[in-house]
């Protein structure tokens, strides 16, 4: 569903459609991320080149520290799917970084598991 300016005026319409983003693409190069995948840049915006798409720069940006694929995505206010790919990209370019979330490193998280309760909260 797409936002409703009328109702959050901070937001703003997609003029671009998200397969346009993808250029058509609808499968990421590589293994299937989990949505639970932790995501982390490991370079900054500044570092990016110059002719980088506004989407992986804004994905950049929320990366610092860390963030899983579905906090990114509604952050993005972009399909899951869409995100996976351009995060795919990404990580194929050595730009971001997916943490395997079955490791035992992630599990015993602390942050993210208190993110993740924070989270159920909210709802």
């Known amino acids: 569903m797409w936002p409703n300016p009328r109702r959050d005026p901070g937001r703003h319409p997609r003029i671009v459609r998200p397969y346009v983003l993808t250029r058509g693409r ?10 639970e995948t932790g995501v982390r840049a490991v370079t900054t915006i500044e570092m990016l080149p110059m002719d980088s798409a506004p989407e992986s720069r804004r994905i950049v940006e929320l990366c610092q520290p860390s ?5 990114l995505a509604a952050r ?3 399909p899951v799917g869409v995100v996976r790919v351009l995060v795919a990209d990404l990580v194929e370019a050595a730009i971001l970084a997916a ?14 598991l208190e993110r993740l309760l924070d989270g159920i909260r909210a709802l």
Request: charged residues 20%; without cysteine.
């Open 26 to 35: 609808t499968h990421a190069p590589g293994p299937v991320l989990p949505l």
């Open 67 to 71: 963030l899983s694929l579905a906090e």
């Open 76 to 78: 993005l206010m972009l």
């Open 99 to 112: 943490d395997d979330p079955h490791s035992a490193e992630v599990a015993t998280d602390l942050r993210l």
